[in-house]
């Protein structure tokens, strides 16, 4: 009876070693990376993107409020323009009279003048303006004349360049959120790409530089205003 040899399987032999190697190890720690990668930078994009939106209705607010305000102050102005218009006439016909020695005219005119022309009119005949050459010419050159319409149109006209710095302030954050973007739009390429690259130390680089625009990003933006 021939003798029989009994040989154990190959993979018997070697003991079993299913140990991985290095670069296998490399690679179970990619794949999770660059899917991180792409879902923090997801996040990111959406709220760069929501801000922006949300600075962008504050940019159209503010400028809305700033164009109403300005409206309000031309109206005003417009108001001042018209009764200083009133004011120099009554004042002229005052003038005319007096000097026509119409002392009753002068004194009908004088009682028509608007309370806020009596303390111009005053401190314009305090200055002795019949006998002083260094008299101004009217009431209406004087410190003391300031109309409340005129007031109100320099108020309203400030509070508007306020209204429009904020909004292009809010232009101005509006930009730099949509700027954040294109750093997320070029880390999501990365990682996306490095999906498909067989070749591992290309794969590590490009997971990298992603990495390192991601947190550039992110820290840029956590510089921003919040709306």
Request: aromatic share 10%; hydrophobic share 45%; proline share 5%.
């Amino acid at each position: 009876m021939p003798h029989v040899h009994g040989h154990a399987p190959h993979e018997l032999s070697e003991g079993g070693n299913t140990s991985e190697g290095p670069s296998a190890r490399v690679e179970r720690i990619l794949e999770p990376g660059a899917v991180l990668l792409l879902s923090v930078t997801t996040v990111a994009t959406a709220w760069s993107g929501y801000q922006a939106a949300r600075w962008s209705g504050e940019q159209s607010q503010h400028f809305a409020k700033a164009s109403a305000t300005r409206i309000k102050a031309q109206s005003e102005a417009t108001r001042a323009g018209q009764l200083r218009i009133d004011d120099l006439l009554l004042f002229n016909e005052w003038r005319d009279a007096q000097a026509a020695g119409k002392r009753g005219l002068a004194a009908s005119y004088r009682r028509r003048f608007r309370p806020e022309f009596v303390p111009a009119f005053r401190a314009w005949l305090a200055q002795r303006p019949f006998t002083n050459r260094r008299a101004v010419p009217g009431p209406l050159y004087t410190a003391a004349y300031r109309p409340a319409a005129l007031a109100r149109a320099r108020a309203f006209d400030a509070k508007a360049d306020d209204q429009y710095e904020e909004g292009t302030q809010a232009k101005t954050n509006d930009d730099k959120y949509i700027l954040s973007t294109v750093f997320f739009a070029a880390v999501l390429f990365f990682a996306g790409i490095s999906l498909r690259l067989d070749w591992q130390p290309l794969r590590i680089g490009v997971l990298c530089l992603g990495a390192a625009m991601l947190l550039a990003g992110g820290v840029f933006v956590v510089t921003l205003p919040i709306a």
